[in-house]
């Protein structure tokens, strides 16, 4: 009880880490929110339950005013704004992210990949573009072309969460909660 | 930590929290019952002369924090102008304005402690599934960890720089989350030995 209370808050905080800190310059020094790695990662690592409680967590602490969004945004606002599909999406993605790699037998690198792909991009769009359609007042065609901006830099994040859920399973086997 | 709520004591800080949610809800339930520009424009007016009770600094502030707006209005005033319906087009921009704005003012106005005082009556139903006392050590936990590993994450990447002239990158992502993976067993051992979580 106490480890999963301290898991899900832990990875809150990361989350909202990854989104301040600016200075991850991804692969060619394109500078990437790494925000919405930390989502993949709430899922991959920690599994479906556990990770989406803790996106919900995070989203909590936005809602109540921390500026703890990537940019420092945060407040009610956020729910107001065209990216209130993509803040709903969030737990989902991390929780079928998660779901994946529990339930899959593949190397915990391809899961994770796959797991990213599926909930970090897949599940994400279907919350944000229906959101962005609703808040803009356009066609979901119109709005999947405005998200559309962000897929390249979504697939190499998924890339990148596999990597890394490889690397803690490598160094802390046990700490993997999705495997364990 | 830093929250959003305004140092600058309004008359609006005075009201209780609930009222000024509830009033919040239905504000932006009302701005999407109608696509008239001119009726859009008036909640646009209410909300910004809301700002201004607090005096002009207030509501820069207030200004400011509608800047991640900025691309979305002025995608979608490119859109209308191109597809010849600059209308319809403005009533989204109007209605989008002033439903961020009213959000952020309640969030300006309202302290962190109130905030919560008003989940935790929220969440009293759920309190079989999820006692109040544990959902409040989860805010306090992130709270306190966002700074702890934000320290974390720069001492990685300063271990980085010592090690490689190449420039920090994602290959910081594994050891952070290992932090953060670490700091929770140490956390979990410390709360089981204080008697749980509750």
Redesign the interface.
């Known amino acids: ?3 999963s ?10 989350i ?3 989104g ?2 600016p ?5 060619a ?1 394109i500078p990437i929110t ?1 925000q919405s ?1 930390g989502i993949m ?1 709430c899922g991959t ?1 920690l599994g479906a339950r556990r990770g989406g409680l803790a996106v919900l ?2 989203l ?2 936005v809602a ?5 969004l990537s ?1 420092g ?10 990216s209130v599909g993509f803040l709903i999406g969030f737990p989902v993605a991390a929780f079928v992210a998660g779901w994946v790699v529990e339930r899959t037998t593949l190397a915990p690198l391809w899961a994770a990949m796959c797991g990213a792909v599926l909930g970090g991009i897949g599940v994400l769009y279907a919350f944000g573009i229906p959101g962005m359609a609703l ?4 066609s979901l065609t ?1 709005a999947s072309y ?1 998200a559309m901006a962000f897929l390249p830099g979504d697939l190499i994040k998924a890339v ?1 969460a596999g ?2 859920t490889q ?2 399973a490598k ?2 086997p046990g ?1 993997l909660l999705s495997r364990a | 930590m830093l929250t959003l709520t305004s140092p600058i004591e309004t008359p609006l800080h005075e009201l209780p929290a609930a009222a000024k949610l509830a009033a919040l809800a239905g504000f932006t339930f009302a701005l999407f019952l109608t696509g008239s520009p001119l009726w859009l424009g008036a909640a646009l007016l209410l909300v910004a002369a809301l700002h201004l009770t607090g005096g002009p600094r207030f509501a820069r502030h207030g200004l400011a924090m509608l800047r991640p707006l900025w691309p979305f209005v002025a995608v979608v005033a490119l859109w209308h102008l191109w597809v010849g319906s600059p209308a319809a087009g403005l009533a989204v921009i109007l209605r989008m304005l002033a439903a961020v704005a009213a959000a952020n003012l309640v969030t300006m106005t309202t302290r962190l402690s109130d905030m919560i005082s008003v989940v935790e009556r929220l969440a009293a139903p759920l309190a079989p599934i999820l006692p109040p006392r544990r959902l409040a050590l989860a805010i306090a936990l992130v709270i306190r960890f966002v700074p702890v590993l934000s320290g974390r994450i720069d001492q990685i990447a300063l271990a980085f720089r010592a090690r490689s002239a190449r420039r920090v990158s994602w290959r910081i992502l594994a050891p952070a989350a290992l932090a953060a993976l670490d700091d929770a067993e140490h956390v979990a051992e410390a709360l089981r030995a204080r008697g749980g979580a509750g």
């Open positions: 009880m106490e480890r209370l301290a898991h899900i808050a832990l990875f809150a905080a990361l909202a880490v990854l301040l800190v200075k991850i310059d991804l692969a020094g790494a790695l990662l690592v967590l995070f909590l602490l109540l005013g921390l500026p703890l940019g945004r945060g407040g009610l606002g956020v729910f107001a704004g065209p808040m803009l007042d356009k119109e405005l990148l990597f890394a690397a803690i160094a802390r700490a």
